[in-house]
């Protein structure tokens, strides 16, 4: 009984603690993140399911997904690299591992997401 009581207390305790990764899995939240230079606001959130193409045509990748804004320009079509590495360095700041081979597309004006990429 006692190892019992003690383990329920430890419980209780950690469920005190701020999320931390569990697995290696990515925790949802909003960042700013600076890659080479350039600062971004940055979400790791539940969403749908992404793709990945490949020479068989698109499969889907599951995780989080990670929306990826830049404060200043605002980010374009043209800017799939840097939004791409803005989104790897959130998703690894929130304990997740970065899918290179999700795609990304621009889904709003200056908004670059990445469904599925974050795990």
């Given at each position: ?8 207390v ?18 949802p ?14 979400e ?13 045509g ?9 929306d990826?804004?830049?404060l200043?320009?605002p ?16 998703c ?14 621009v889904?709003?004006?200056?908004l ?8």
């Amino acid at each position: 009984m006692r190892a019992g009581g003690v383990l329920i207390v430890m419980g209780a305790l950690s469920a005190c603690a701020s999320p931390a990764p569990v697995g290696g899995r990515a925790i949802p939240g909003a960042s700013e993140v600076t890659v080479e230079g350039q600062d971004f606001l940055t979400e790791v959130r539940a969403g749908s399911a992404g793709e990945r193409l490949t020479a068989a045509g698109a499969r889907p990748v599951t995780g989080l997904t990670v929306d990826v804004r830049r404060l200043a320009p605002p980010l374009h079509y043209s800017d799939g690299a840097a939004a791409k590495r803005a989104a790897e360095a959130a998703c690894e700041g929130q304990g997740g591992r970065f899918d290179p081979t999700a795609a990304g597309r621009v889904s709003a004006p200056g908004l670059w997401r990445f469904a599925g990429a974050c795990a």
